[in-house]
């Protein structure tokens, strides 16, 4: 099993503020996904990130795998009460019908 | 467009009881399809994938079981729940390794009590 880690597991913090959720493994992956969840629904797809040291933006937020691509982060600028939720990175597994989903963080944004 | 849905949507349930989860997508073909078990406010732990009609792979032995009856159907079973069935359970599916982007159902919640 490939394992992702994801710090921190729960972060609050008031409107407007900057925050960086990591995901981290001791494994390779060919590429990595970014979801977003509400509550009570299936994840989002927000990224797929494919090449070491790839940079995607989604307006204010901004992904990056690692050079190495054992580990990718998600910063987002001036968060909003929207960007509440749980964010789960999923890493392209050694088999052809695998995602490893990571740990999660739960974001809260206070208004 | 492609949809895909889930029911029931929630689902109290007491130990020793079967269950039947189904899944359905609508507008595509041979679609890769997913069982995930989530833990309140956590990751997603594969259960089972199948690529195709009657083909299922289980990912963790468990008192749970899936099939996949038809090319757009994926039922989540089990004899007799225990305490620690209790979860979030998602379908997804992909349109072809599951490596592509999964798409979720809205999932079930099921309390075994």
């Known amino acids: 099993t490939q394992l992702l880690e994801q710090s921190p597991q729960f972060l609050s913090i008031q409107e407007g503020e900057n925050l960086t959720v990591y995901c981290n493994s001791s494994?390779?992956?060919?590429?990595l996904q970014w979801y977003r969840q509400e509550p009570g629904e299936g994840p989002v797809l927000l990224v797929t990130?494919?090449?070491?040291?790839e940079v995607k933006k989604l307006k204010r937020l901004t992904f990056q795998f690692g050079d190495a691509r054992k580990d990718s982060s998600l910063h987002i600028t001036a968060a909003q009460p929207g960007d509440t939720g749980l964010y789960l990175c999923?890493?392209?597994?050694?088999?052809?019908?695998?995602?490893?989903f990571g740990t999660g963080t739960r974001l809260t944004v206070i208004p | 467009s492609q949809t895909i849905h889930q029911w029931p949507a929630t689902l109290v349930q007491p130990v020793g009881s079967p269950l039947s989860l189904e899944c359905t997508v609508e507008g595509t073909s041979n679609p890769n399809l997913y069982w995930y078990r989530q833990a309140a406010g956590r990751g997603l732990q594969l259960l089972f994938y199948s690529v195709g009609i009657g083909q299922i792979s289980s990912e963790v032995p468990q008192n749970l079981s899936a099939s996949r009856p038809q090319d757009r159907q994926f039922i989540l079973s089990s004899k007799k729940l225990l305490l620690s069935d209790s979860g979030f359970y998602l379908c997804?599916?992909?349109?072809?390794?599951?490596?592509?982007?999964?798409?979720f159902g809205p999932g079930t919640r099921l309390t075994v009590l």
């Open positions: 990130v494919v090449t070491g040291g």
């Open positions: 999923a890493g392209e597994g050694r088999g052809a019908n695998n995602l490893f």
């Open positions: 494994s390779v992956f060919s590429s």
């Open positions: 997804a599916w992909s349109y072809g390794q599951g490596t592509d982007t999964q798409y």
